[in-house]
């Protein structure tokens, strides 16, 4: 245990961190299913994602005190395989000589590449890791889809307005961990209103005006912050509506808002690899083959603003920015492959048309494989009058190429196949 001494080194925002799931304030449908699983002894690998300042990393932290489980933690940023399999050969001792699972703590965890994330595998799906990961990502995104299954996503929402009032006035409230300072409900109200949702940015901002005296007021609050609102209001943007607004602005055409919430993440320090995947994504995802270079610019950008870093990337990632949403847009090859997927995972697509298959090994002519087909090269226009499809999806159509840019071109050229195939 921490003397008072220690205690107080630490920042208001850590020494009031709950210690329970009774002195947690705010996300209550999510305390009630982890207090179930608590409860039952039924703790999973899960992964906590929301916006800063939610209690993503205090949530981790209470589940894995309540687990009667050895406890390990790592910093993503920080770690590398090595302490992923010095953690995972402790859990085996842990296992074998006190017959304990072992929680392991990953903070940040979007930063893992995926061969991190692949040592973990194994050892999560057989139970002797519990996985317990904290992240402001979208794990959709930042995580390999073999983790992902093995986990529970929890999303953490921004902490509501009395949420903050309520965590405020329990820092005021404390006489061991809070501070020893008065301060009038209005000005606990702007603290509250500027945090937007973020419990540590509002816990900061209340312990630097308790350096003033002892008796706040809304004029220190003022004076505190005044031209500082920006920067509070900036880190208090909604990651996930602004990254929202800035790839809806680039598929809807508007280079001038795409540029304007470019700038909001940029400023708000974003990540600039985060930006440019999103870049790329709506490259491949709403232009298309409408405009192929655009993938092809995103690609570019992506290498090129990670090359530079900023401040000079913030050109590179206008640049294409700008490009994607001027360009035409179409998302036919994404709505193509999401239709040929549901077929294969929802219907029997029979077998590969003989005359396809590889008839490169010995004994495969023997069975017929390649029997029959028509090299395209042989013929005018490479469009030869063959089946490719499985019998089953012979009249399957995936990719539909719209009237937009290049992909009009695209479209009328493969009208020339589609008259001999349908």
Avoid at 23 to 30: C, L, P, R, V
Avoid at 119 to 128: A, H, K, T
Avoid at 309 to 321: K, M, S
Avoid at 407 to 416: I, S, T
Wanted: glycine letters at 6%; hydrophobic letters at 40%; proline letters at 4%.
């Amino acid at each position: 245990m921490e003397d008072s001494a220690q205690q107080l080194f630490k920042p208001l925002a850590e020494r009031m961190r709950p210690r329970s799931l009774d002195e947690f304030i705010g996300q209550s449908a999510i305390i009630n299913q982890i207090k179930h699983a608590i409860g039952s002894a039924r703790i999973t690998s899960m992964i906590f994602f929301g916006p800063p300042g939610s209690g993503k990393t205090t949530l981790a932290r209470i589940v894995a005190d309540s687990s009667d489980s050895a406890f390990r933690k790592l910093n993503a940023a920080l770690s590398g395989v090595a302490d992923i399999r010095a953690v995972i050969s402790d859990a085996d001792a842990q296992r074998r000589l006190n017959n304990r699972r072992t929680i392991l703590f990953i903070d940040e965890i979007h930063r893992f590449n995926k061969s991190q994330q692949d040592v973990l595998l194994p050892y999560v799906e057989d139970g002797r890791l519990i996985l317990i990961g904290a992240t402001t990502e979208n794990p959709f995104f930042e995580v390999n889809a073999a983790l992902l299954s093995r986990v529970r996503l929890i999303r953490l929402t921004r902490l509501t307005v009395d949420d903050i009032k309520k965590i405020l006035r329990a820092a005021l409230d404390d006489p061991e961990r809070g501070l020893d300072v008065s301060i009038d409900d209005q000005s606990i109200g702007i603290i509250a209103d500027v945090a937007d949702g973020d419990a540590r940015m509002a816990l900061n901002i209340l312990e630097q005006l308790s350096t003033v005296g002892k008796n706040i007021t809304v004029e220190d609050l003022k004076n505190l912050i005044g031209e500082r609102v920006r920067l509070f209001d900036k880190k208090g943007d909604n990651h996930y509506d602004v990254t929202s607004a800035f790839i809806k602005s680039m598929r809807g055409s508007d280079p001038d808002a795409a540029i304007h919430y470019l700038a909001r993440l940029i400023d708000g320090g974003e990540d600039i690899n985060f930006i440019a995947r999103r870049i790329v994504i709506c490259a491949a995802e709403d232009v298309g083959n409408a405009a192929p270079m655009a993938l092809v610019l995103a690609n570019a950008a992506a290498q090129a603003a990670q090359f530079v870093g900023l401040p000079e990337a913030r050109i590179i990632l206008a640049q294409a920015v700008t490009y994607i949403a001027s360009a035409p847009k179409s998302n036919a090859a994404y709505l193509a492959i999401d239709a040929a997927l549901d077929d294969v995972r929802s219907k029997n697509c029979g077998e590969v048309p003989k005359h396809l298959r590889d008839a490169h090994y010995k004994g495969a002519k023997a069975l017929g494989h390649g029997k029959g087909y028509r090299y395209p090269h042989d013929f005018d226009g490479n469009f030869v009058e063959q089946q490719y499809l499985p019998s089953a999806l012979a009249d399957a159509k995936y990719y539909r190429p719209t009237d937009n840019g290049v992909e009009k071109q695209l479209g009328e050229r493969l009208k020339q196949f589609w008259r001999k195939r349908f």
